[in-house]
């Protein structure tokens, strides 16, 4: 069984048809890439999967259970969490207090509960795992700096373990690689085939070609909200249909 399943997904925003009739599977264990040229309808699509949108019409189904339209507090209980394609911390907390807020993202405590030092008991596991992801990332020596203090490509990687705290089974990541040197860009591949290893799927959009082709066991090709092709990265590199798509909104956009 597919952990997620799109199926004739369509999302309107007056008269724009921003996703049109999209329909792809995820299979558990993968790293899918979700790419296409700027206005292909990848995020509309992440941001309706993850319920920022509810569908127009169509459904999400996530490992068995149609989300069509839950809420996203409601999804991240279920275990599909995502991040963002700018980076979402809170500046002036500490990395640890950054971590910790992954732990609320799948919780039924609110993070006022949290800052106001109830619900001892599970604050402290909360830290544990806090702490454990951190040592995971690389960050547990930087654990009481201010996130604003990290550089970019650690800003991001400090994005992906709040995310990972949550627990999540299925992992979404809205351009990960944005603004990355190529050392930063190596890093963080590195980073997303060991949260791969840990047996937690994993949807990407990204720009960065070269990551993507580098990363993904398949990827899921858009073009003006539909479905171009699928394929392994070999056969995607070379499609004509794909080649097209990006040297036409190329064109379009010189």
Same mark, same amino acid.
Request: charged residues 20%; glycine residues 10%; proline residues 4%.
């Given at each position: 069984?597919?952990?997620?399943?799109?199926?004739?997904?369509?999302?309107?925003?007056?008269?724009?048809?921003?996703?049109?009739?999209?329909?792809?599977?995820?299979?558990?264990?993968?790293?899918?890439?979700?790419?296409?040229?700027?206005?292909?309808?990848?995020?509309?699509?992440?941001?309706?999967?993850?319920?920022?949108?509810?569908?127009?019409?169509?459904?999400?189904?996530?490992?068995?259970?149609?989300?069509?339209?839950?809420?996203t507090s409601a999804i991240a209980e279920l275990g599909l969490v995502r991040?963002?394609?700018?980076?979402?911390?809170?500046?002036?907390?500490?990395?640890?207090?950054?971590?910790?807020?992954?732990?609320?993202?799948?919780?039924?405590?609110?993070?006022?509960?949290?800052?106001?030092?109830?619900?001892?008991?599970?604050?402290?596991? /909360?830290?544990?795992?806090?702490?454990?992801?951190?040592?995971?990332?690389?960050?547990?020596?930087? /654990?009481?700096?201010?996130?604003?203090?990290?550089?970019?490509?650690?800003?991001? /990687?400090?994005?992906?373990?709040?995310?990972?705290?949550?627990?999540?089974?299925?992992?979404?990541?809205?351009?990960?690689?944005?603004?990355?040197?190529?050392?930063?860009?190596?890093?963080?591949?590195?980073?997303?085939?060991?949260?791969?290893?840990?047996?937690?799927?994993?949807?990407?959009?990204?720009?960065?070609?070269?990551?993507?082709?580098?990363?993904?066991?398949?990827?899921?090709?858009?073009?003006?909200?539909?479905?171009?092709?699928?394929?392994?990265?070999?056969?995607?590199?070379?499609?004509?249909?794909?080649?097209?798509?990006?040297?036409?909104?190329?064109?379009?956009? /010189?």
């Amino acid at each position: 069984m597919p952990i997620l399943d799109v199926q004739r997904l369509t999302r309107r925003f007056g008269g724009l048809t921003a996703v049109d009739e999209l329909s792809f599977s995820v299979e558990p264990g993968e790293v899918r890439g979700l790419i296409g040229p700027n206005g292909a309808g990848k995020t509309t699509t992440f941001n309706v999967i993850s319920g920022f949108y509810a569908p127009t019409s169509g459904q999400v189904v996530y490992d068995g259970k149609d989300i069509s339209g839950l809420r996203t507090s409601a999804i991240a209980e279920l275990g599909l969490v995502r991040t963002f394609q700018s980076t979402t911390l809170f500046q002036e907390f500490s990395v640890l207090d950054n971590a910790m807020v992954g732990a609320h993202l799948a919780a039924r405590d609110s993070l006022f509960n949290t800052l106001l030092g109830r619900n001892l008991a599970r604050e402290a596991e /909360a830290e544990k795992r806090a702490r454990e992801t951190l040592e995971f990332f690389g960050l547990s020596d930087r /654990a009481d700096e201010l996130a604003s203090n990290l550089p970019h490509g650690l800003q991001r /990687a400090l994005g992906m373990a709040v995310a990972l705290v949550a627990g999540p089974k299925l992992l979404l990541l809205d351009e990960p690689f944005t603004g990355m040197n190529p050392e930063e860009t190596r890093h963080m591949m590195d980073l997303v085939r060991r949260v791969r290893d840990r047996g937690i799927t994993i949807l990407l959009v990204e720009h960065d070609m070269q990551a993507v082709m580098g990363l993904c066991d398949r990827i899921t090709v858009l073009n003006f909200g539909q479905l171009l092709t699928e394929g392994a990265p070999d056969e995607i590199r070379l499609h004509p249909d794909v080649i097209e798509a990006y040297l036409g909104a190329a064109a379009g956009a /010189a």
